[in-house]
């Protein structure tokens, strides 16, 4: 019985380099750890009102809302400071008319909320920097107050008057 001898050239030694490579990088993507939560180091930064808006919360949902109640990114546990303020308002949906026209109307059971967030942060060119988070107007989050989660576009960033 003969034995044929394996031979490895430079081109199959570089494609299993780049196999186990590839093997190793979907492995840390899948099983790597969950993201730390950051958390906004009081002392960086300075105090900001960000302004968020929801168009249709469920009326049961809103009237949970309390004021003074911690406020977080909902998706990564990230502190966004204090609620110091909410309102409720009609609900507010888009839909076509009969015309193909888009109008706007109200969603029975369902109110808009605006939520006003005391954050501290820090001004950046492209937003404001909170923690290891960047808060751009128009960005679209879940934010928690206290045990009230609501999917919310940030409709205002301004300086927050110092105490």
């Given at each position: ?10 081109v199959?030694?570089i494609?299993?380099?780049i196999?186990?490579?590839?093997v190793?990088f979907v ?11 950051a ?5 960086a930064g300075a105090p900001?009102?960000v302004t968020?808006h929801a168009?249709?919360?469920?009326e ?7 004021v ?5 990114n909902?998706?990564r546990?990230?502190?966004l400071?204090?609620l110091?303020?909410?309102t409720?308002?009609?609900s507010v949906?888009?839909?076509f ?8 109307s109200?969603k029975p059971?369902?109110v808009s909320?605006t939520l ?11 937003g404001?920097?909170v923690g ?7 960005h679209?989050?879940?934010?928690r107050?206290?045990?009230?989660e609501?999917?919310?576009?940030v ?9």
């Amino acid at each position: 019985m003969s034995q044929k001898k394996v031979k490895f050239n430079i081109v199959d030694i570089i494609v299993i380099l780049i196999l186990i490579a590839g093997v190793a990088f979907v492995g840390v993507k899948m099983f790597g750890g969950q993201e730390p939560a950051a958390a906004a180091d009081p002392a960086a930064g300075a105090p900001y009102l960000v302004t968020f808006h929801a168009d249709c919360v469920p009326e049961e949902v809103a009237a949970t809302l309390t004021v003074g109640s911690k406020s977080e990114n909902a998706s990564r546990n990230m502190d966004l400071g204090t609620l110091v303020d909410f309102t409720t308002a009609e609900s507010v949906i888009y839909g076509f008319d009969s015309k193909g026209n888009c109008v706007a109307s109200e969603k029975p059971g369902y109110v808009s909320v605006t939520l006003v967030c005391r954050v501290t942060g820090t001004q950046e060119p492209t937003g404001l920097q909170v923690g290891q988070f960047m808060l751009n107007v128009g960005h679209n989050m879940g934010v928690r107050c206290g045990n009230t989660e609501i999917n919310c576009n940030v409709w205002n960033i301004t300086p927050a008057a110092t105490e």
